[in-house]
């Protein structure tokens, strides 16, 4: 399967878009949240909720998430005049929460899809470990924008001096990265690195966004459904090449796979806030040119072309 190269209008891809694929719920997120048991009545919720000067907080049992309470359900209760019920009545059950591993883009998402205020951060034991709200994720991208900066300002070098330097009929810069299907802890580690190496070579910025994003996505693939891969960048003066193989259950019918919103990832990876079918669409909408080969059974073969 291959595309041709794209109109030249394509949707930019910014900074913050970039690192809100990097960066993690953990570290945006509020800690020390405060938070109510199943048994406290809801006389005792009104004086938390005044007190902290807060509109809801999550509901923990044995440090378990089990539900939040709002200040609407409060004012529920106070008409009903039930100051005596427990909040166990009146919370919501199994709520919408974020995991504190999860990309930001993820959170992003989420508040834009779901429209809600904040949402109660877990671990994958389902503890509660924090809250994040909106502002939390503005604040996290302008700490990490300062951070990356100053990081990148000390390694950074042209990658034209390389090209320049070198006489050579052709130059071809090799990238290797090894992926474990099913490794969801160093999920997006193999598309970090080759994005730090690839701004301290001092390619254009915004060719290293979508060479970031495009394989952040095919990375989570081979994380999601196969047992292993290797992704390869080649950088050349011109070009970016991005070659993406795994050993994995191959794709039965491509055209679908590329729809936005199609996915075949089973229901547990799912509850974990990953394979949401949007992968190979934010693929194809960074690169230049895109192949896609795939054999049932066998594996998958990708290769994103970005031009420089």
Avoid at 13 to 26: D, I
Avoid at 61 to 70: A, K, N, Q
Avoid at 118 to 125: H, I, K, L, S, Y
Avoid at 251 to 257: N, S, T
């Amino acid at each position: 399967m291959s595309h041709q190269p794209l109109p030249a209008d394509r949707k930019e891809v910014t900074k913050l878009q970039e690192l809100a694929y990097e960066v993690r719920v953990e570290h945006a997120m509020t800690k020390g949240v405060v938070t109510v048991a199943p048994g406290t009545t809801i006389a005792e919720l009104r004086t938390v909720l005044r007190e902290n000067r807060i509109s809801g907080t999550p509901v923990v049992e044995e440090g378990r998430l089990v539900g939040v309470v709002s200040v609407e359900d409060l004012i529920e209760a106070l008409a009903a005049g039930e100051l005596g019920t427990a909040v166990r009545e009146k919370m919501t059950p199994h709520p919408e929460v974020l995991y504190a591993d999860e990309p930001l883009i993820h959170a992003v998402s989420k508040f834009s899809r779901l429209g809600y205020g904040r949402f109660p951060v877990v671990n994958r034991e389902g503890e509660l470990v924090g809250i994040i709200v909106q502002g939390d994720i503005v604040r996290a991208l302008l700490q990490q924008l300062e951070v990356a900066y100053r990081e990148e300002e000390i390694h950074r070098y042209r990658a034209s001096h390389i090209f320049e330097d070198i006489l050579a009929d052709r130059i071809v810069l090799v990238f290797s990265y090894q992926v474990v299907g099913g490794d969801f802890e160093r999920a997006g580690e193999a598309s970090s690195r080759l994005k730090r190496t690839l701004t301290r070579l001092g390619i254009d910025p915004r060719v290293v966004r979508r060479v970031a994003i495009a394989t952040y996505e095919a990375e989570m693939n081979v994380v999601i459904y196969a047992e292993r891969g290797e992704i390869t960048a080649q950088v050349q003066p011109h070009q970016v090449r991005v070659e993406v193989t795994d050993e994995g259950p191959g794709i039965p019918d491509i055209e679908r796979a590329m729809e936005p919103g199609f996915s075949t990832a089973p229901e547990w990876v799912r509850e974990m806030g990953f394979g949401a079918g949007m992968g190979l669409p934010n693929i194809q909408d960074c690169a230049d040119e895109l192949e896609l080969k795939s054999e049932v059974g066998v594996g998958t073969h990708l290769v994103i072309l970005i031009d420089l």
